[in-house]
């Protein structure tokens, strides 16, 4: 595997379920994030994890729970999911987090629809 | 409010002819511009940047020009190719990691 890898790339989901997206990067970058793309609307930020550590939290509703085990893998725990948090969530890396010119790469993401 | 503006949901090209992707921003602040594609089931992938220090980069067919007193930066792309049709995203960021972006544009380049 290469790049920025994310599972699954399709979610179907109940108010009351409770799942898990997960992140992947195999580029041995110090700093992932959490993006929500919602129809004709900009990425929005949600989290961003610089070296394992939670350094933003973008007024994200705590129905969403991120988790950084290592600096290659990030999740993001959703329950009691509104139908409105159905969008694409992408997952993406960077190499520097004190480094403001490192493009981000991005996963294909997971398209998540709330019933 | 939007500090990333990306004004033209669409844009339709004939193929060999020069594409123009607009941007505005609205944070004096911001220093580092990036431009991403993105093709449908895919994540955004980079295509270009530019440092506020410059006010034009050029990559292939690819320039990106930055006019800092009209907050203003734009990608174009010559000769227009079929596989260039994505939607392309603008983005920026303020001396950290955080990237602001736009919302977007549809280019369908047509053979």
């Known amino acids: 595997e290469t790049g920025v890898t994310q599972t699954p790339r399709h979610l179907v989901m109940g108010m009351t379920n409770k799942k898990s997206l997960k992140c992947e990067q195999h580029?041995?970058?110090?700093?992932m994030y959490w993006y929500k793309q919602s129809a004709k609307k900009p990425l929005e930020l949600m989290f961003v994890?610089?070296?394992?550590?939670?350094?933003e939290n973008n007024s994200v509703p705590s129905r969403f729970s991120p988790e950084c085990p290592n600096s290659s893998h990030l999740f993001l725990h959703l329950h009691t999911l509104q139908p409105e948090d159905s969008a694409l969530y992408l997952c993406?890396?960077?190499?520097?987090?004190?480094?403001?010119?490192?493009?981000?790469?991005f996963g294909p993401g997971t398209r998540l629809t709330v019933l | 409010d939007q500090q990333v503006k990306q004004n033209s949901p669409s844009l339709s090209v004939q193929e060999g002819r020069i594409s123009i992707l607009n941007c505005d921003y609205t944070?004096?602040?911001?220093?580092?511009f990036l431009w991403y594609k993105k093709y449908p089931a895919e994540g955004p992938t980079f295509l270009i940047s530019?440092?506020?220090?410059?006010d034009k980069n050029e990559d292939g067919r690819f320039t990106v020009f930055l006019n800092k007193s009209a907050k203003h930066l734009s990608l174009h792309i010559v000769p227009s190719q079929p596989g260039d049709s994505a939607v392309y995203f603008c983005?920026?960021?303020?001396?950290?990691?955080?990237?602001?972006f736009g919302a977007g544009t549809i280019l369908r380049v047509k053979s």
């Open positions: 994890y610089n070296f394992k550590e939670q350094t």
């Open positions: 580029l041995g970058h110090n700093a």
């Open positions: 944070n004096s602040m911001f220093d580092y």
């Open positions: 983005a920026a960021s303020a001396q950290g990691n955080k990237l602001v």
């Open positions: 530019i440092s506020s220090i410059k």
């Open positions: 993406a890396s960077s190499q520097d987090p004190l480094e403001s010119y490192n493009e981000q790469f």
